[in-house]
């Protein structure tokens, strides 16, 4: 089982204002909170999201290299999710394969994909 995951992001308080609004919708709730970072929790698993320190900035991140894809989540109704999504639209989120939605994993995969602030992409799923 996940124990928790660790994501450095470019601007802390760009990132919490786009989970702030995710993932308390799934069920996460405000688990730790420091000047470079907090943490939201579900059950026993958690994530972590640092500030990432200046020296590491210029790098960036695109999902289409080595390393992290993207996150997916349990996303409840598929009207919750519909809910998500226009609320994100409202904030501008970057949706992703939205001509398509919500099938945009096949005809039997209703979700929602989109981007977080740095270009993770993030998928909420409906069973």
């Known amino acids: 089982m996940l124990h928790h995951i660790e994501l450095y992001v470019s601007n802390l308080a760009r990132s919490r204002a786009f989970y702030d609004i995710l993932l308390p919708r799934l069920g996460y709730t405000l688990y730790q909170e420091w000047v470079q970072g907090f943490s939201m929790k579900k059950a026993e698993q958690y994530i972590v999201f640092v500030q990432t320190p200046d020296d590491f900035q210029k790098a960036g991140y695109h999902r289409c290299r080595t ?22 639209l409202t904030r501008g989120t970057k949706l992703l394969y939205d001509d398509r939605y919500p099938y945009a994993g096949g005809e039997n995969h209703y979700a929602l994909y989109c981007e977080d602030p740095d270009g993770v992409k993030i998928e909420v799923v409906v069973k």
């Open 67 to 88: 390393g992290l894809n993207h996150l997916a989540f349990h996303g409840g109704s598929r009207e919750q999710v519909d809910q998500l999504r226009q609320d994100l």
